[in-house]
T-cell receptor
Framework: DTGVSQDPRHKITKRGQNVTFRCDPI?????LYWYRQTLGQGPEFLTY????????KSRLLSDRFSAERPKGSFSTLEIQRTEQGDSAMYLC????????????FGPGTRLTVT | DAKTTQPPSMDCAEGRAANLPCNHS???????VYWYRQIHSQGPQYIIH???NNETNEMASLIITEDRKSSTLILPHATLRDTAVYYC?????????????FGSGTRLQVQP
């Protein structure tokens, strides 16, 4: 068990470009969450997967954002036509298949849009 | 989920107990109190949770008032590594499905 991993750890992109982030949850964790965190604020929920099904999306997830979790393993979060307001830390978390109280977070991907 | 109120920052001397308060006056009977912390440049980390009884684990103790309108997280012997932002979260169910709703938290600075 190596924990939740995220790639890349840092991404700098120009406004208007597309970016994609990857999250590898802990093995056997069927629940996966994406959060966004801006400076000085707590993380904000974006979307939730149970296995490969995307069951919940926040209003923060505009149509420029898309998330997938093919085969219920790793997940990707894509942002199209990035804007400066997308600059943030993107965090991924996972939790086990049984009802469980703890979410395990990865180290995050820091996105800077210039 | 009920809203929580925490002081924005606190200081604590190394080796002393750190007592972090949280107000959740609108909590419902089926809502749990969770505490997470986030050390700089890391993702949040679960600490402890409880419904109405006091709870203790290897990291901390959670004291919930009898009316459940407030709680206190206690780090019994704070170390420099406990410097972090601490989030108090109230959530409806004790399951892994629901997303966590973080506030701004309390920034705890442990002083040497």
């Amino acid at each position: 068990d190596t924990g939740v991993s995220q790639d890349p750890r840092h991404k700098i992109t120009k406004r208007g470009q597309n970016v994609t982030f990857r999250c590898d949850p802990i093995s056997e964790h069927n629940r996966l969450y994406w959060y966004r965190q801006t400076l000085g604020q707590g993380p904000e929920f974006l979307t939730y997967f149970q296995n490969e099904a995307q069951l919940e999306k926040s209003r923060l997830l505009s149509d420029r954002f898309s998330a997938e979790r093919p085969k219920g393993s790793f997940s990707t979060l894509e942002i199209q036509r990035t804007e400066q307001g997308d600059s943030a830390m993107y965090l991924c978390a996972s939790s086990p298949r049984q009802d469980f109280y703890e979410q395990y977070f990865g180290p995050g991907t820091r996105l800077t849009v210039t | 989920d009920a809203k929580t109120t925490q002081p924005p920052s606190m200081d604590c001397a190394e080796g002393r107990a750190a007592n972090l308060p949280c107000n959740h006056s609108t909590i419902s009977g089926n809502e749990y109190v969770y505490w997470y912390r986030q050390i700089h440049s890391q993702g949040p980390q679960y600490i402890i949770h409880g419904l109405k009884n006091n709870e203790t684990n290897e990291m901390a103790s959670l004291i919930i008032t009898e009316d459940r309108k407030s709680s206190t997280l206690i780090l019994p012997h704070a170390t420099l590594r406990d410097t972090a932002v601490y989030y108090c979260i109230v959530r409806v169910t004790d399951t892994g499905r629901r997303a966590l709703t973080f506030g701004s938290g309390t920034r705890l600075q442990v002083q040497p």
